[in-house]
C-alpha cells in the first residue's frame, strides 16, 4: 500500500494565500495612498483656485469703492455747480424785478393815491402811503388783485385817518386815511408775458407823487 504525505503540500498552500492576502493589502493601501494623495492635490488646487478668485473679488470691490467714492464727489461738484448756476440765474432775474415792480406800481397806482415807501422783503412787498378815500384803497387792492402779473394777494394791514398839513399853518392841513398794504411779489418765469400783462390799461398816479387836490 503507498502513503502520499500532502502535509507540505497544505503548508505551501497556505503560505501562498498568505503572502497574497499580504500582497493585496500593501497594494490596496498604496491605491489608497494613491488616491488620498490625488484627492489631496485636487482640493488644494481648488481651494487655490477660490482663493484666487475671492482675491481677485476683493480687488475689484476696492476698485469699485473707489469709483463710487468718485463719483459721490463728482455728484457733489455738480450739484454745487448747479447750486451756484441757479444762484446766479436767481440775481440775473431777481435785478429787473425792482424795475418791473416800479413799473407796475406806476401803472397800477388810482389817482387819489400817494405811495410814501415800498419796501420789499423777499418775495413781500410793504406799501405805505395816503389815499383821498376808502373808495381809493379799495381800488388799489382790486387793481393789485387782478391787474398786474408781478404781485398777488395784497391784503390791507392797516388803516387810519390822519391830517396832512400842506404848509406851516396846521389849519390849511386836509385829511387823508394813511394805509399799509401787503402783496406777494410773484416770480414771473418769462418777462415778456409780464411786460405783456403790464401794458394793460389802468389810470394812475406815480409813486411819490402826491395826489390831485380836489
Given at each position: 500500500?503507498?502513503r502520499?504525505n500532502l502535509?507540505?503540500?497544505?503548508d ?6 498568505k503572502k497574497n492576502?499580504?500582497s493585496e493589502?500593501?497594494l490596496s493601501a498604496?491605491?489608497?495612498l ?9 482640493i ?6 477660490q482663493?484666487?478668485?475671492?482675491d ?5 470691490n476696492?476698485v469699485?469703492?473707489?469709483q463710487i467714492?468718485e463719483?459721490a464727489?463728482l ?5 454745487g ?5 441757479q444762484?446766479?440765474?436767481n ?6 424785478i ?8 406806476v401803472k397800477?397806482?388810482?389817482?387819489g393815491?400817494?405811495?410814501?415807501s415800498?419796501k420789499?422783503k423777499a418775495a413781500k412787498v ?7 378815500s376808502?373808495?381809493?384803497?379799495s381800488?388799489l ?5 387782478t391787474?398786474?402779473?408781478?404781485l ?8 387810519k385817518?390822519?391830517v396832512?398839513?400842506?404848509?406851516t399853518?396846521?389849519k390849511?392841513?386836509r385829511k387823508f386815511f394813511e394805509?399799509?398794504?401787503?402783496a406777494?411779489l410773484k416770480?414771473?418765469?418769462?418777462p ?6 403790464a ?6 398816479a406815480?409813486?411819490g407823487?402826491?395826489a390831485p387836490k380836489?
Amino acid at each position: 500500500m503507498i502513503r502520499i504525505n500532502l502535509l507540505p503540500h497544505r503548508d505551501i498552500r497556505r503560505e501562498a494565500r498568505k503572502k497574497n492576502f499580504i500582497s493585496e493589502m500593501v497594494l490596496s493601501a498604496v491605491l489608497g495612498l494613491g488616491v488620498a494623495l490625488i484627492g489631496g492635490v485636487i482640493i488644494n488646487q481648488m481651494i487655490s483656485n477660490q482663493t484666487q478668485r475671492n482675491d481677485f473679488i476683493a480687488r475689484a470691490n476696492v476698485v469699485l469703492d473707489t469709483q463710487i467714492k468718485e463719483i459721490a464727489t463728482l455728484k457733489a461738484e455738480l450739484d454745487g455747480l448747479k447750486a451756484r448756476r441757479q444762484a446766479v440765474e436767481n440775481l440775473q432775474r431777481d435785478r429787473t424785478i425792482p424795475v418791473h415792480l416800479l413799473d407796475e406800481l406806476v401803472k397800477h397806482t388810482p389817482e387819489g393815491i400817494y405811495l410814501k415807501s415800498i419796501k420789499q422783503k423777499a418775495a413781500k412787498v410793504v406799501l405805505n402811503g395816503y389815499a383821498q378815500s376808502n373808495d381809493r384803497i379799495s381800488e388799489l387792492l382790486h387793481s393789485l388783485a387782478t391787474e398786474t402779473p408781478w404781485l398777488a394777494h395784497p391784503e390791507l394791514n392797516e388803516i387810519k385817518a390822519v391830517v396832512v398839513s400842506n404848509g406851516t399853518n396846521a389849519k390849511d392841513g386836509r385829511k387823508f386815511f394813511e394805509f399799509t398794504l401787503n402783496a406777494l411779489l410773484k416770480v414771473t418765469e418769462n418777462p415778456a408775458d409780464a411786460a405783456v400783462g403790464a401794458k394793460r390799461p389802468s389810470a394812475g398816479a406815480r409813486p411819490g407823487k402826491p395826489a390831485p387836490k380836489g
